[in-house]
């Protein structure tokens, strides 16, 4: 039995956390429970950046797992509103805190899609506590009527369910960032975590007082979240209304730049019309807040990727990591940049802290199965692609990299099978590409030439990588044609053309794209990407 303390509504459902009515914190026990002590956290902020950076830089190694430190895990929160509409808003806010206390270099806080991961599942926090290797779990509910807002919020350690802190508030929309504040502060304080001076600014950093540009912002980042083209592109266009209205929202600019960042890698729109104005957003960004994480990722794959510098994508790199200690996708692809320049120690080690942070993100779990994959570790490789279907069966990273591996060892027609099944759950332009070249492999020339078509034809009417076009070309034998469209995959800064070398050396015996790196043409496109 739980029971509302403000409308003492009774509830049978042992599943429900808040109330239904008005979304208050369930309460299962007397509310005058003595809360047990937690450990004090020591807290050192980025002050002295240069510092932090030789602490997480100087020996990846030598450092305890993050297991061992203090650690929350921020939900999505419940929308108890009419408006379903308002869903937007519950994951922003929830978003918002996870942001806030990421910035605390000790604290351990997981990732967002691993913690959102439980949205709308009926996990206790117990199993949460566990998947996520957290002590604490932060949950939350919102009831939204026009400007009216009623937030209530909850502390609870993993191991038990007992509250350590609870708390309800009722606003207008206005006062979001003064409530924001309020809530951030109340669970440092419930988790034992001292924040003074610098520190305390770098936590509560405010970038607008336009509630209407922030709503717009959460939009964006909304959008951003369904990892689609239309998604990124529709997250775009909310970054840019509220840019709009506030040219300097430093966070919108950093969001624009990391959609139009996933357009152009992920091949929905050619390097050239993204990446110019992604880096131009990146830089604004920064201007407005040099110590903004993402923007500093967002120039670290555009520089990695479309640049290929690699000495200051590294850079980058660092800063991201060092700016944010919980960016589990800056360590994952660090780990991925690493693994490219055959650092392959420290790549494996950047990868397992990465699934540290977020071990239920199937992107996280294909960044890192690539990593192993360049590494030559097949089986770990297989254990991330397992744990893809394990997390989400209809994801296609784990068919498309199990059929990466396939072709890698010659093994044709398992290739197919695997890319079919990525084909089938979405993936597009890359994986239409491994799969058109396996079916050259395998002799299957029509079903070949069918791939090329579509990829033809996606070309014309959105876009398709030039790569992805040479690759079937070169499985089909057509030596000089896959040549030609390698040229082109250059001159339009495709961003895979940064894995050519090492995937023309890694290809089985007996496939074409092993021969093709002896072609003087080739020597000397990859002597200008390297």
């Known amino acids: 039995m739980k029971r509302c303390p403000e409308c003492r509504r009774d509830y049978t459902d042992e599943t429900l956390n808040f109330c239904l009515d008005d979304g208050s914190a369930l309460l299962d026990g007397p509310a005058s429970m003595d809360e047990p002590a937690t450990a004090v956290l020591e807290f050192s902020a980025f002050g ?34 009419p408006d379903p509409e308002n869903e937007f808003f519950c994951d922003g806010l929830a978003e918002e805190l996870l942001n806030a206390l990421s910035k605390i270099e000790k604290l351990k806080v997981a990732a967002r ?45 993993a191991s038990d369910g007992f509250r350590l802190w609870s708390e309800s508030y ?118 407005y807040d040099p110590d903004l994480a993402e923007a500093h990722l967002s120039l670290a794959l555009i520089t990695f990727f479309f640049d290929w510098d690699r000495e200051n994508a590294e850079k980058e790199f660092k800063l991201a990591i060092a700016l944010d200690p919980n960016n589990a996708g800056a360590m994952s692809f660090y780990a991925i940049y690493l693994g490219s320049e055959e650092r392959f120690d420290e790549a ?38 397992q744990k893809m279907i394990d997390i989400e069966p209809e994801f296609y990273g784990a068919y498309w990299l199990s059929g990466a591996i396939h072709l890698s060892q010659g093994k044709y027609d398992e290739a197919v099978s695997d890319l079919e099944k990525a084909v089938e759950h979405g993936g597009r332009q890359i994986v239409l590409s491994d799969l058109g070249s396996a079916y050259g492999l395998v002799g299957e020339i029509d079903k070949a030439r069918e791939i090329l078509d ?77």
């Open 348 to 385: 494996v080690e950047w990868s397992r802290r990465s699934l540290e942070i977020d071990p239920l993100s199937p992107l996280i779990s294909m960044n890192v199965g690539w990593t192993y994959f360049s590494a030559g570790l097949f089986d770990q490789a297989r254990g991330e692609i």
């Open 48 to 81: 002295n950046l240069s510092d932090e950076r030789t602490k997480v830089f100087g020996g990846v190694s030598s450092e305890s797992s993050i297991h061992n430190q203090n650690s929350i895990a921020v939900l999505p929160f419940v929308n108890v509103s």
């Open 454 to 530: 579509q990829l033809s034809e996606n070309r014309e009417r959105d876009y398709a990588p030039a790569i992805c076009i040479a690759r079937v070309y070169c499985r089909l034998g057509e030596r000089e044609k896959a040549i030609e469209w390698l040229e082109k995959a250059f001159d339009e800064k495709n961003g895979e053309m940064i894995f050519l070398a090492s995937e023309i050396e890694g290809a089985a015996d007996g496939d074409p794209l092993k021969s093709l790196g002896d072609d003087p043409r080739i020597t000397t496109i990859l002597e200008r990407v390297y």
């Open 170 to 287: 009722d606003r207008e929309m206005e006062d979001i960032f003064q409530l924001q504040d309020e809530i951030t502060l109340s669970v440092i304080d419930a988790l034992k975590v001292e924040l003074l001076g610098a520190a305390k600014e770098v936590v509560l950093r405010r970038y607008t007082d336009d509630a209407e540009a922030y709503e717009l912002y959460l939009k964006g980042r909304y959008h951003h979240y369904n990892y689609t083209a239309d998604g990124w592109k529709r997250a775009v266009e909310f970054f840019e209304m509220a840019l709009a209205r506030q040219p300097d929202y430093a966070p919108a600019y950093a969001g624009m730049a990391s959609s139009l960042g996933c357009l152009s890698f992920f091949g929905f729109l050619p390097a050239e019309r993204s990446i110019p104005q992604g880096r131009s957003a990146a830089i604004r960004a920064l201007k």
């Open 113 to 157: 899609t691993s913690a959102f991961s439980f949205k709308g599942k009926n996990a206790s926090v117990g199993e949460i506590g566990e998947k996520l290797g957290v002590k604490k779990v932060l949950e939350g509910s919102v009831r939204r009527s026009g400007q009216k807002l009623r937030i209530s919020v909850q502390l609870v350690n």
